[in-house]
């Protein structure tokens, strides 16, 4: 059967139009299908769960309105991890073995499910997720594990490509939040900026609750950085750097992880021009056109769904990223036939061009990385419009 642009715009409606009329046992047929939330809501770290939680809602609510999957509704299971590995475990288990879900969507945090992909691995719970660090896939350990979003190397060669190739830069300071996805990236980026021939001057990790980052970036100054690498997902913590790097007079540029385009940040700096020179990891159909629009299909999206998602206070790719994963969840089930995890796992290992609103999406049984590389660019962070934003200055 085709996968239609226009099925998935429907946030899953094309799913139940399209599904299969085989006579199934009766519980079968009304049982529903349960979907494991895992989402980081509250704490520091919450921003891109609360993103992906709109666009996971509305998916979920489209493809029940449509009638479910093969006449089955979703039944969304969601626990708030908080951000802490503990919880995420202790969450994690739960929805295996009391809530027997059919399939989990995150963590969304790298720290979580840094802890989660070794249990739900043993459990062959299917599990797709947003998380960027590189050793969250491997199909020999995880097989029931797939990626959505980029991996740190992807992020890493973007991001070290527009600051040493385009910005013309060569001494860089790298920073992380104190989380598991902070350390571990601020190595890898480390390494992706030396590897260019650039020279880490600085690096360090910070905790996202600290209030006075002013000794920190007086350090990286002292070491002579001409750009910083930021890597967090804290609005808190990125709010804090950006009003101290206003205050210190320094106008250096930042550049890393995409929450530094939040709109959230926006509302906690001091000033709008203390978002100034911050470029961020975006992506081609999340980045405005010379014509000030979207990608067509995810142009329509944000037509029809505006007034229902909140938009500007979040990140569009969150939220896109969120609608594409109960997509593939849904789809899985249709093809399938069943909420097997046997057979749920074995659709995704053929899914080839699979085209999403945040990304078209290719897994096999030696690959679980799905985003391609292509899809990543370099965007203004504070371009946000609808949670989307322009391409960064010297960027095709």
Known sequence: MKVTRRALSLGGAGLAATASGVARPAIAQSEPIRVGWLAALTGPSSAPAIGFDRGVRHAVDAINAAGGVRGRKIELLVRDTQGDPTKAVNAAQEMISRARVHAIWGPTNSGESLATTPIMAR??????????????????????????????????????????????????????????????????????????GADVVYKATVDATQP??????????????????????????????????????WDVPFIGHPT???????????????????????????????????????????????????????????????????????????EAGSTDATAIIRYWNTVNNYPGLYASYSWSPDNHNGLPQTDLVMSEANTQRLGAYKLAPGYA
């Open 123 to 196: 459990a062959k719970m299917p599990d797709i997720h947003p998380c960027f660090v590189d050793s969250l896939i491997d199909p020999a350990k995880y097989p029931n594990a797939f990626r959505l979003a980029p991996s740190n190397s992807q992020i890493d060669d973007a991001v070290s490509d527009y600051g040493v190739q385009v910005m013309k830069l060569k001494r860089f300071a790298v920073i992380g939040d104190t989380t598991g996805y902070g350390t571990t990236t601020v190595a890898s980026s480390s390494a992706a900026f030396a590897k260019r």
């Open 212 to 249: 006075d980052v002013t000794p920190d970036m007086l350090r990286m100054r002292n070491a002579g950085a001409e750009a910083v690498a930021v890597w967090s997902v804290s609005p808190g913590l990125i709010s804090r750097l950006m009003n101290t790097r206003a205050d210190m007079g």
């Open 260 to 334: 530094m385009g939040a709109g959230e940040v926006g509302r906690l700096i001091a000033k709008p021009e203390n978002w100034r020179k911050t470029y961020i990891l975006g992506f081609k159909n999340c980045s405005y056109g010379p014509d000030g629009k979207l990608p067509a299909h995810v142009q329509e999206f944000v037509d029809r769904t505006r007034g229902k998602i909140e938009l500007n206070d979040t990140i569009l790719w969150w939220v896109l990223c969120g609608v594409d994963a109960i997509d593939l969840i849904a789809r899985a089930v249709q």
